[in-house]
């Protein structure tokens, strides 16, 4: 499904209230995970994460589907509310 057209980076902001059973997230392993064709297929993306500004980065998707924070020992236990993307330069 991806498109070598396009390439981008996706910054996923969180709020501590709302992270459900993920109790630690500087601690728990935390990572990105898409579902590039919808279809319960999740994988896990190399992120960066910024503590202080609450933010996962993950850079080099060529496609678009859902995306959420999870942990390997709770999946999917977070689901993605609001997508705000932003045009690159």
Known sequence: MGD???????TLNY???????IDDIDGAGAAITQDPELDDKWY???????ASGKTFTASGFTDFGR?????????LPVELCLLMPKRGK
């Open 44 to 50: 896990f993306v190399p992120a960066v994460h910024n």
């Open 67 to 75: 995306f959420a924070l999870t942990t390997a020992d709770r999946p």
């Open 4 to 10: 070598t057209n396009y390439n981008y980076t996706l």
């Open 15 to 21: 709020d501590n209230a709302y992270m459900g059973s």
